[in-house]
Every structure is written in structure tokens, then in C-alpha cells.
């Protein structure tokens, strides 16, 4: 990989040096694979999930004779949006020309598959022609039995995989499971960042992925160890930034990865020779400045209600009894039942997250930035 020219990466992963920590974590993953286990990984928004699988699936890229597909359903409404993902992401790895590509495209060929390219990408598209419900349940088996068959390792990350819950077929996990138990070669990784949905689907005793996965959790990055990562991703360049700079930006941002990348790479960019306090408010400031139209837009689409709701969580940072007289009163939110209809609102929209376990949950705003932002006003 290239040297970048910020090494603050915000939008892909820019390699090993670039990537701060999570060194247990990715040894994790990597000793999942290894033994073939399966693995859910979850975590809050932003925290670094499709960060995390880019990284392990750069270590492994070295290793022969194992092959990394990565696939994001984020944008897939049903079993037919979810098989065609698959398919593209397959062909992605194993381009048509030789190989298992080529013996993969002779098989899909079965499917009648239609190529296109994306225009503002480049990246190719791939859809399958299936129109029966029947043939549709049966492509996706058969597609990982494709690649079961090819004598090499796969592993197959799925992310937003809670997506799957909003499709309207309800056999989704029911149909992947029972291809699963006949793989030999293909590991997974389910990703995911709603909790709630997460949990449903690998938790619940009832369900068919019940058991069957090592479950990895991401928290934010230890405090120290993100402070030497910026230290070290500054000095590189001879630039200079102080330790209590450093600590006003872990203080903004919660430590929370997608914010301290942000802020860190945009501070990086003015080149200052040494960065001050100066330099990393008015950086937050046109943060804020481009931010404010999406924010302001919130609240045109949230109720007074939900709204007053935010600015109180906001103010607070993270509230550990919401329903208390307490809270309640301090912010005027009304009752009890009102505040709970609202942060019930607020956590579906993903405005707000609650994280913890049943003793020690707590709420705060999910958009760090936003949470900044709302304190000011
Ligand atoms: N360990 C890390 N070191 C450096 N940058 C990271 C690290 N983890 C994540 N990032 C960066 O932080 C940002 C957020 O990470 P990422 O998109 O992986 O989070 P996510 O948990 O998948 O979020 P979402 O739930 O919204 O998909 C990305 O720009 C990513 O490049
Ligand atoms: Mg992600």
C-alpha cells in the first residue's frame, strides 16, 4: 500500500501502520480462523468494526491458499438483493479469467447473470436471474457449496448483518445454518452494530444460530494507548502536537474512533508545525460548520419531544437512569412514559445508543460531534 498523504484514515482502511491497537482483537479473529470458528462481531456505530475485518483480512491476504470475502449488506432489502451481494462479492475476489474464477463463472452462468459497472465506482455489479422463490432459497447454498469445493480456505464476512432481520423472508438464518453445517472450508464472520437485533439473532435460545458462533465485542480504543497511536501518527510527518492537545481531542471525542480519526485528520491537514488548542478548535468549528445543516435537519425531523430529549442527553453525556424524578424534572421532559416513548424513538432512529449490560446501561448520544454540537447551543 501507498503511503497516504494524511495518515488519519477516515474513509478505508490504509494499512497495518495506520491502524491503531485492537491487537487482541485481531488476534482473535485471526485464531477463529484459523480453527475454522465462526464469529459474531459487535459493537456501537463508528467504533471500528469494518475497520477491524479490513485489517484481518489484509494480515491474511499474504497467506496462500486462503481467500477473504468481505460483504456489506447494508443496502439489501431481500433473500434476492442479500444472493446477489454474495455473487458480486465472490466474483469480486475471483475474477472471471482463470481459475476458480473461471470455473465460478461457468457455474453462475446457470443463474443467467447480468454484468454491469458501477459508473461512479468502477466496481463491477453482478445480478443473478432467479425468479423462483424455491431456486432462490437453494442459491445461496449452493453458492457456498461452489466455494466449499475449490480446496482452499474461505472466510466470508457478512456486515450490518442484522439487516437481515428487514427482509420479508423469515428462514434467512434457518437457510444459512444448515448450509454451514456442511462447509469444510468457509468461515464467517457476522458484523453487526445493532445490539438489540444482533443479540435476537445469536442469543436467543429459540433462534438457529443459537451457540453457534464466538462472540468478539468491541469497546473504544484504551485512552493511552489511542494518545501514543495520534503521537506517533503526527511525528512521523515532524509535525508536533503535545500531550494535553491530545487529551483536549480524546476529551471532545470520548475516545470514540470515527471522531478522533475525523478530528485528528483534519487537524493534520492545516500542517501546523506544532498543533495548539487554538489550531483544534477552529478545526471543530468547521466540523461544525459543515455538520450544522445535517444537525439542524435532526431536528426538523424528530418531535419537540424527542428533540428537548437529545439536548438533555446531550447535556449530560451519558444518563444511567433516564426515568428518575430526578432527570425528569431537571430537563422538564414531562412524565416517565413520555420520556421512555421518546428514547425508545430516539434509539431506533440510532440518535441515541444504549450500551451496557442489564446493571449497567446507560445512554448517550450516538453522533459525538452532534452530542458537542448540542452542548454549545
Ligand atoms: N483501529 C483503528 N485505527 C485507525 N482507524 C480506525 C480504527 N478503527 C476504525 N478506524 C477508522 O474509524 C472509522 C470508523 O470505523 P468503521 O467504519 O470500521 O466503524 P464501524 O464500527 O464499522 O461503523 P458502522 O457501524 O457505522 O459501520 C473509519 O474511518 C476507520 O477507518
Ligand atoms: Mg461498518
Known sequence: MEKPTNPFGINRYLG???????????N?????????????????????????????FHLLSKKRNQK???????????????????????????????????????????????????????APELSLDIAQPKQLEKTIPQLLTFLDQQNIKIVIALDEFQQILTYPEKNIEAILRTVMQQLQNVTFIFCGSNQTMMHEIFNSAKRPFYGSCSNLHLEP??????????????????????DDAIEYILDFTNGYTYYTQRLCHDIFEQKQKTVTRENINQVIL????EMKGNFFQYRNLLTPTQWHLLNALALEERVTQPYTRHFIHKYNLGSSAIVKRSLESLI????????????????????????????RK
Not at 497495518?16 to 485481531?26: M, P
Not at 447494508?74 to 474464477?101: C, H, M, R, V, W
Not at 501514543?228 to 503526527?234: E, L, R, W
Request: glycine letters at 4%; charged letters at 25%; a positive charge.
Open 68 to 122: 477473504c470475502i468481505y460483504v456489506d449488506i447494508y443496502a439489501t432489502q431481500n433473500l434476492k438483493d442479500l444472493t446477489n451481494q454474495l455473487a458480486k462479492s465472490i466474483y469480486t475476489i475471483f475474477p472471471e479469467k482463470k481459475g476458480i474464477g473461471k470455473s465460478f463463472w461457468e457455474y453462475i452462468k446457470l443463474f443467467r447473470p447480468t454484468l454491469s459497472v458501477d459508473e461512479l465506482t468502477g
Open 28 to 56: 482473535m479473529l485471526l485464531s477463529n480462523i484459523a480453527q475454522q470458528k465462526h464469529t459474531t462481531l459487535f459493537a456501537l456505530r463508528r467504533l471500528g468494526k469494518s475497520a477491524l475485518i479490513h485489517h484481518v
Open 286 to 289: 468547521s466540523i461544525f460548520y
Open 221 to 242: 480504543i484504551e485512552r493511552k494507548v489511542y494518545h501514543d497511536f495520534i503521537t506517533k501518527m503526527f511525528l512521523n510527518d515532524t509535525y508536533k502536537i503535545q
Open 348 to 375: 431506533e432512529k440510532e440518535m441515541v445508543y444504549k450500551n451496557g449490560d442489564t446493571e449497567n446501561v446507560h445512554y448517550a448520544v450516538y453522533d459525538k460531534f452532534l452530542m458537542r454540537w448540542l452542548q
Open 16 to 26: 497495518a501502520e495506520y491502524f491503531c491497537d485492537r491487537e487482541v482483537e485481531t
